[in-house]
């Protein structure tokens, strides 16, 4: 496989300081169990642990590097064209709702790198949504005018401050963006400065009900009167999120910023192929950030492709030097646009979820920490009903399909090359590394039985129902599966076919001399 522009990382998470929290080992308890350590978790364990609770944090891998870590960053309110639908789909009510609920968790981030000495590159800049084609600008100006009704400065712009060719922009002032993971290391230290405890490297493979929540891992559990499951998609509860969401993946690039290609605000286009851009930085200097178009999780089949796409996008459009970093990362989307918070069932006190940000996780995200927060310590919260988790959803939202990547023969694998082959009433998920050695995985996922893609510039195996990730060798990137794929036997060569029978003269096989009638009759003795 041809090599991808950029190192294989997120600009965010490789410029972020590592952490080293234990995994969680032996019993205990706590008033709170909080798994993930993203945006959402992180937010409600500070905000509980500073109210007085005892919070511990289970972290499946590392503290900020996943889906937050991974993400663009834009503190904003300004989610595209949100305002319009909301107000049309929901009424003026939940749209003032959402806005006010976006504005605060917007609003704690910067309060909180402020107050708590977060180093995390925080800086205050414009969020824009812009259109190429003129015939767009009536849904910009249609934006504007919804963004107003519920409390924003939102202004129409003939274009946008970028430097290729827009027909209209929105405009929202004052919005703010940062380095996403090297926030995330910071609160991890403000939970732990508050009280509360952090486990690392620890999945978490169960939650049981008793008399309390028990929350239980491979070497360790814990009692908890409490449970928010923060991990992009809930691996466990009472109501199947994978059915009402639907998981897409993103291509993103940063380049390194010549001087003329700064540029100033967050930009998100609302044409296709859509595109996001916005600048950050990284030991080196400045760079620009480019997310490329969203496509469903698992059901495409040149991953690497998109990266080259975007890579020419980007050259072809804006003076940018070297492709320094890229990145692979993933979202669940709603029906309404709005995430799912809170306790799911009344049947099920004490348990919290958080899911389906439709890409829009960071002022949402805080938001829904914020939330939870406040359902657990007994408070009201005025974005309860909007985000209520309860709330009918169609049932059919997710749409799967089929893996791409099956293949006829392992011998039509390249090496770094994997696909999907069928190998008696098994399917096989086989890759080769570099050296051209085979390896071979199960290809069913270990959440509920769909058939997983390989991965072609990750290196890994994607679940194209509900997005679960594993590396190439099964292991658990991100739920909802929670167990690896099991390692297989790579099937061996088929034999060559035994040489037949000498032919006769004739050309017809040779045939056993027929018994005599004696030597018949001495056998039956």
Not at 84 to 104: F, K, M, P, V
Not at 118 to 138: F, Q, T
Not at 219 to 224: H, K, P, R, Y
Not at 400 to 411: C, K, Q, Y
């Amino acid at each position: 496989m041809a090599t991808l522009p950029g190192r294989p990382d997120c600009c965010w998470t490789a410029t972020a300081p590592h952490t080293s929290y234990p995994p969680l080992s032996g019993s205990g308890g706590a008033d709170v169990a909080v798994i993930g350590a993203g945006i959402v978790g992180l937010t409600a364990a500070f905000l509980l642990a500073s109210a007085g609770l005892s919070v511990a944090v289970v972290e499946a891998l590392r503290v900020g590097r996943q889906v937050t870590g991974r993400s663009t960053a834009k503190i904003t309110s300004q989610h595209s064209l949100i305002y319009g639908h909301l107000i049309e789909t929901r009424g003026i009510d939940q749209a003032q709702l959402y806005a006010e609920a976006n504005r605060s968790g917007a609003r704690q981030i910067c309060d909180w790198v402020v107050e708590l000495g977060i180093a995390c590159d925080l800086e205050s800049k414009a969020a824009y949504a812009y259109a190429r084609d003129p015939a767009r600008r009536d849904e910009i100006a249609a934006e504007a005018e919804a963004a107003r009704r519920v409390g924003f400065d939102a202004q129409v712009l003939d274009r946008a401050p970028l430097p290729f060719d827009t027909a209209a922009a929105l405009r929202f002032p004052d919005q703010a963006q940062f380095n996403p993971a090297k926030y995330l290391v910071g609160l991890a230290q403000a939970v732990e400065a508050a009280g509360g405890r952090i486990f690392e490297n620890t999945r978490v493979t169960a939650i049981e009900r008793g008399r309390r929540w028990r929350v239980i891992a491979a070497d360790g559990v814990l009692d908890v009167e409490h449970v928010v499951v923060a991990t992009n998609l809930p691996f466990t509860g009472s109501v199947e999120y994978d059915g009402i969401t639907q998981p897409r993946g993103h291509t993103a690039m940063a380049f390194r910023a010549r001087e003329e290609a700064a540029i100033d605000g967050m930009f998100i286009g609302i044409d296709e192929p859509r595109h996001s851009l916005r600048m950050g930085r990284d030991n080196e200097g400045p760079l620009l950030v480019v997310l490329g178009p969203s496509f469903k999780t698992g059901q495409e089949r040149d991953v690497a492709g998109r990266f080259r796409d975007l890579d020419r996008w980007v050259h072809r459009n804006l003076p940018v030097g070297e492709t320094v970093w890229r990145w692979f990362n993933e979202d669940y989307d709603t029906t309404d646009r709005v995430p799912f918070v809170g306790a799911p069932s009344g049947n099920a006190s004490g348990f919290y979820i958080a899911t389906g940000f439709n890409a829009w996780g960071i002022s949402n995200g805080t938001a829904a920490g914020m939330l939870m927060s406040d359902q657990i310590r007994g408070r009201s919260n005025p974005w309860a009903n909007l985000y209520a988790p309860a709330r009918p959803s169609p049932k059919d939202f997710n749409k799967a399909g089929e893996t791409p990547s099956g293949i006829a023969s392992i011998a039509d694998l390249a090496p770094g090359d994997g696909g999907i082959i069928t190998h008696g009433k098994q399917k096989l998920a086989v890759w080769k590394d570099d050296n051209g050695r085979p390896h071979a995985v199960s290809a069913t996922c270990t959440h509920k039985g769909c058939t997983v893609t390989w991965n072609n510039a990750e290196r890994t195996w994607d679940c194209l129902c509900h997005g679960s990730m594993f590396n190439a060798d099964g292991a658990v990137i991100h739920g909802p599966a929670i167990r690896p794929l099991p390692t297989k036997k790579v099937p061996a060569k088929r034999p060559a076919r035994r040489a037949r029978r000498p032919a006769s003269r004739s050309g017809s096989p040779r045939r056993p001399k027929a018994k005599s009638r004696r030597s018949r009759a001495k056998s039956r003795r």
